[in-house]
Structure formats: structure tokens, C-alpha cells
């Protein structure tokens, strides 16, 4: 088992920052990678940002290039996503993942451990 915790959703005016963490405990030696996901009302949920646990390879959807960074410290079982300019469209419940292989980055499919979500809003 693999437990993970987000924190650091808020409410931020457009424009706006914030620094999501995702603390990993648990079996994370069999861990390949960990990705953020988010999830509006009535929408699906929608891949953001992953990295590779071990190699430190980052992806991330063409909605967030550019604006989102992801980051960790596998020594302290620490995933981070830094949000920089954000804008309404990005208001959702966050999540972080834990896969353990190495495909399937952009899925939920990929992924077998989820957090219970931190919530972000952006205002106009």
C-alpha cells in the first residue's frame, strides 16, 4: 500500500500562485512515478502532471506547459506542483497519483494509489 496526502489547494485570484504538495508514506520503493490529476463538477478527470520517481523525466498537458511545474525529493517522499499564472479554467480538485510502471503517464489507468484530492479555485 501506498498512502498519499495533498495539501495546499486554496482560493487565488487569477493570476495567481500556488505550491500543491503530495506526501507519499507507505511501500514507495515500488513507486515509478507519481502524476497530478484534476477533476471540475461534471467533467472527467484530466491528467496535469507527472514525473518519473526514479529518473526525474517530467510531462505535463498542454493546458498547464509553461505555467505548472512538477518536482520531487524521493528521499523525503515529497511530490510538489508549483501553479504559477492561473486562471479560472484551472479551478478543480487536485490530485496526486502513484503508479508503478512507467507507461500509461497521462492516464488514470496508470496509476494504482490516489490522495484525497485538495481543492484550488481560481477567481476572476
Known amino acids: 500500500q501506498v498512502q498519499l496526502v495533498e495539501s495546499g489547494g486554496g482560493l487565488v485570484q487569477a493570476g495567481g500562485s500556488l505550491r500543491l504538495s503530495c506526501a507519499a508514506s507507505g511501500r514507495t520503493l515500488s513507486t515509478s512515478k507519481i502524476g497530478w490529476f484534476r477533476q471540475a463538477p461534471g467533467k472527467e478527470r484530466d491528467f496535469v502532471a507527472a514525473i518519473n520517481w526514479g529518473g526525474g523525466s517530467t510531462y505535463y498537458a498542454d493546458s498547464v506547459k509553461g505555467r505548472f511545474t512538477i518536482s520531487g525529493d524521493n528521499t523525503k517522499n515529497m511530490v510538489y506542483l508549483q501553479m504559477n499564472s492561473l486562471n479560472p479554467e484551472d479551478t478543480a480538485v487536485y490530485y496526486c497519483?502513484?503508479?508503478?510502471?512507467?507507461?500509461?503517464?497521462?492516464?488514470?489507468?496508470?496509476?494504482?494509489?490516489w490522495g484525497q484530492g485538495t481543492q484550488v479555485t481560481v477567481s476572476s
Open positions: 497519483a502513484a503508479g508503478i510502471s512507467r507507461i500509461l503517464i497521462t492516464s488514470t489507468s496508470g496509476y494504482s494509489y
